[in-house]
């Protein structure tokens, strides 16, 4: 297995990510009513509208927090694999 | 099925459907943005190495660039729906005004709730036809209202489309997958942004004529700003992306300058359109496809999208002259290319940032029109024309020696960000300047952006100005004019000269 990763990379990537997901929580911050047409209750497009906000609210706080762990994941994963280098180094020098 | 009255048509509120449009407008540019973000996030993970670890996440973003962008879409298109709901709400309710304003003329009374006219008298020959007329307008305001709710209830509902199970998070409320096979999708249609204009063109041509329809339809900001996308078809895409941020912006009005030159431009192309930050445009005159002869021009510090009409008239000015000089009618195009961000003031201009990162967009931009031309990337004879600021612009392209110009023209220019004009990776004959002696940008000192390049040291051609000032130089029936004109069409032996040597014949493609 070829295995060759530059953790700055993933580092930036995780940044990138994580930037992804303040966008997201960005529009959660705001209120979702926004989105909807307030007092047009006899209309049939603002009842649908609602419901479309009401599965946009829940689909973008469960895009948010996915976005959010792919970043941690991200990061910690960069983290990985500098202890690992970190921690073979030190078996090498230990050794020879 | 709507059950709406002509009170609720007549108390409805236009203006709710037209800010909700405009929030869902805003909410499909976040997430637009945030699936800009990722996709640099997953380039950084394939920069990042080789092994399952980054191949998982490369993939792992793959789905969620995939996922988000097919948000991207149905929120557009609810923006849309609401948008004309506002507009058709509006002329119903001016329609139903129409109508109680001649009901009231002829004393007749409208119950709103039941859609009834009623005369105060007793009903005669002549008042009875009339009741008639008004009861079936109020029909058709009322058929029409009920129309309308059901159309936008129905785009809503088709954009929300079914939540698809068992994906986790990346499972979008978006509409379902397209069921037409090989409809290109927001990913794929972005992904290409990374790709040379070259790849962008072939990938275009391996399109059938439906997919590229589909493109053009689905994703037109996408596909307007492909540097690799014949004109014809950019125009398509950026004249559609415009009129939906004119309806959907807060700030509309430099984009309907840019719209209202357009309607009084015959032969004009929209190349690119772009309305963050100052803007970014590009038009060209002619169609640069088939033109013998293209000609990209870069204006200079402090122009932004209201300065639309006159640069654009400026263009048309060197394209009529241009095109005069030659045999063939119609064979020389002229784009006007703001396609980055000049700087605002004269502090500013000292930078070279605007002119570094400018230079790598023209660069591309020229690619591009290299790779959609009819006759291949070689068939057309291609000058690129700094102004002021924009020759650096022009110059760091060149330096960069990956722009792809027959002929350099600068005018009025501070400094090229080199000493010799051989620097600018093109036969020294083919870098053409032109000075008026009047023009205040003389004294810009040196240091700024490099040695003076209308001196004879500096190696370029200088030729003859008749014009005064900075902002000369396109002054009809000016020799400044007509020597550009001359070397935009390759008459290199009718430009006249201060000093330098021109070049034999033909240009170097």
């Known amino acids: 297995m070829v295995l060759a990763v530059d953790p700055e990379h993933l580092r930036h990537a995780a940044d990138e990510v994580r930037q992804a997901a303040f966008d997201v929580d960005e529009l959660l911050i705001r209120p979702l009513s926004r989105l909807g047409v307030p007092g047009q209750r006899t209309w049939e497009s603002a009842g649908c509208l609602q419901t479309a906000v009401k599965a946009w609210g829940e689909h973008l706080a469960r895009l948010a927090a996915d976005l959010h762990r792919t970043a941690t994941n991200l990061a910690t994963v960069a983290e990985t694999f500098v202890d690992a280098e970190h921690a073979a180094l030190a078996l090498v020098t230990a050794t020879v | 099925m709507s059950r709406l009255t002509l009170a609720e048509v007549r108390s409805g509120d236009p203006e709710a459907y037209r800010s909700a449009a405009l929030a869902w407008a805003a909410l499909a540019a976040a997430l637009d943005t945030a699936a800009e973000h990722l996709m640099t996030g997953r380039a950084r993970v394939a920069e990042a190495g080789r092994g399952r670890t980054v191949s998982a996440a490369t993939d792992r973003l793959r789905a969620q660039i995939g996922g988000l962008d097919r948000t991207v879409r149905p929120a557009q298109r609810i923006a849309e729906a609401l948008l004309r709901h506002a507009d058709g709400l509006a002329a119903l309710q001016c329609h139903l005004d129409t109508v109680l304003a001649t009901a009231r003329t002829y004393g007749l009374t409208v119950d709103l709730a039941r859609g009834a006219v009623t005369a105060l008298g007793p009903p005669t020959g002549p008042h009875q036809s009339t009741v008639d007329n008004l009861v079936t307008e109020l029909g058709h305001i009322l058929a029409e209202a009920r129309r309308l709710d059901a159309a936008t209830a129905t785009a809503v509902a088709a954009a929300l489309g079914a939540a698809r199970p068992g994906q986790g998070a990346a499972s979008v409320p978006g509409p379902r997958p397209p069921s037409d096979p090989g409809r290109p999708d927001r990913a794929t249609v972005r992904s290409q942004a990374g790709r040379s204009p070259a790849e962008v063109a072939a990938w275009w041509q391996s399109l059938s004529a439906q997919q590229r329809e589909w493109a053009l339809r689905d994703h037109p900001d996408l596909v307007g700003r492909l540097d690799g996308i014949p004109a014809a078809d950019r125009d398509r895409a950026n004249r559609a992306w415009l009129d939906q941020l004119i309806a959907q912006t807060d700030a509309p009005v430099a984009l309907r300058a840019v719209r209202g030159r ?11 359109i772009d309305n963050s930050g100052d803007g970014r445009v590009a038009v ?3 169609d640069p496809d088939h ?28 394209r009529r002259v241009a095109d005069q000089t030659t045999v063939v009618d119609g064979d020389v195009s002229v784009v006007y290319w703001l396609g980055y961000d000049p700087p605002d003031s004269l502090f500013d201009a000292w930078r070279e ?19 959609t031309h009819v006759d291949g990337p070689a068939g057309a004879h291609v000058t690129v024309l700094g102004y002021s600021y924009g020759s650096t612009v022009v110059a760091e392209g060149a330096r960069s020696g990956g722009l792809r110009a027959d002929d350099i023209v600068v005018v009025g220019s501070p400094g090229l960000h080199s000493d010799h004009a051989r620097e600018l990776n093109l036969d020294p004959r083919h870098v053409w300047v032109g000075r008026a002696a009047t023009d205040e940008i003389r004294f810009v000192p040196e240091p700024i952006h490099g040695r003076e390049p209308a001196d004879p040291g500096y190696g370029a051609n200088r030729f003859t ?3 005064s000032g900075h902002s000369g130089y396109w002054r009809p029936g000016s020799a400044s004019l007509l ?9 290199y032996d009718r430009v006249t000269l201060v000093h330098g040597e021109r070049p034999a014949s033909g240009w170097p493609s």
């Open chain 2, 465 to 467: 100005t008749d014009t």
């Open chain 2, 291 to 318: 033109a013998q002869h293209t000609m990209v021009f870069v204006p200079g510090m402090g122009t932004d999208l209201y300065d639309i009409h006159g640069e654009v008239t400026r263009a048309a000015a060197l």
């Open chain 2, 262 to 272: 357009l309607a009084v431009t015959p032969d004009a192309y929209l190349l690119l």
């Open chain 2, 483 to 491: 020597n550009q004109a001359y070397i935009v069409t390759g008459q």
């Open chain 2, 284 to 286: 060209a005159l002619g």
């Open chain 2, 353 to 371: 940032g605007p002119s570094r990162d400018g230079g790598a967009a023209l660069t591309r931009f020229v690619d591009g029109l290299r790779a």
